[in-house]
């Protein structure tokens, strides 16, 4: 299953490298590309809960980038 995911506010190439890399470590992704230009996050779920995936990513990009909004 594909989900979507916008990084409001997100101008930092090295952040979202981060950001990608630790959201394609979470259980059930498959794959995650992220997007600076677009603002943009697309996740390749295999199994899981999507409510508690959405909170996971919302965690990580908070750690890494306090100032961004994830919508999603």
Do not use: W
Request: glycine residues 4%; aromatic residues 2%.
């Amino acid at each position: 299953m594909r989900k979507e995911y916008f990084v409001k506010d997100l101008c930092c190439a090295h952040c979202a490298q981060k950001i990608q890399r630790k959201v394609s470590e979470l259980k059930g992704v498959e794959l995650a590309n992220l997007n600076v230009m677009s603002q943009r996050l697309v996740v390749e779920i295999s199994q899981g809960n999507e409510i508690a995936l959405t909170e996971q990513i919302k965690e990580i990009v908070a750690k890494i980038e306090p100032k961004c909004t994830v919508v999603g």
